[in-house]
């Protein structure tokens, strides 16, 4: 039943989601479960448990998926038939080239071959997915201290 219901080009190969969280220096500071493709990015988001320890002090930069969301800070949407004001566009930009810093994040755990590829593992053991992920994060950071992805000055 799983392999009919899960079939994406060949019957052992699976797609999965999980929900990472990242300061401005690329370091991974957590890391949700894996989920099924199917699973939207919000339920993720709120079974992760990551809002409850967010306050107003430090709000979360997420994409359009998180649109409504308590202390999530997302790109402004353009109102239908219309056109977004000069200063929504400036806040957009201002808030989609700090979210660059999550993307190259992303883009650094898609180089590890069990993220970056289809899943060919057990469907059902959702457990060590989640633990390779937490591995593979976990090297991530590790391999930030020894080469950082940009350099700052302050």
Do not use: W
């Not at 994406?8 to 690329?26: G, L, R």
């Not at 969301?69 to 806040?91: C, H, M, Q, S």
């Not at 979210?99 to 071959?113: D, G, H, M, S, V």
Request: charged content about 25%; glycine content about 4%.
């Amino acid at each position: 039943q799983h392999k009919a219901y899960y079939h994406s080009k060949s019957p052992t190969n699976y797609a999965f989601k999980m929900q990472i969280a990242s300061d401005f220096s690329h370091r991974i500071l957590h890391v949700s479960e894996f989920y099924h493709c199917s699973v939207h990015d919000i339920k993720i988001l709120r079974e992760s448990g990551l809002l409850e320890h967010t306050e107003q002090t430090a709000q979360s930069i997420a994409d359009k998926a998180f649109v409504g969301e308590e202390y999530v800070i997302t790109p402004r949407r353009k109102p239908r038939r219309g056109e977004l004001a000069d200063e929504d566009k400036n806040f957009n930009r201002d808030i989609n080239s700090a979210r660059a810093a999550i993307e190259n994040t992303n883009q650094r755990l898609k180089i590890y071959a069990n993220l970056g590829g289809v899943y060919r593992g057990a469907i059902d053991n959702f457990h060590k997915i989640t633990k390779i992920g937490h591995i593979v994060s976990a090297l991530c950071n590790l391999n930030l201290s020894k080469h950082p992805i940009r350099k700052y000055t302050a």
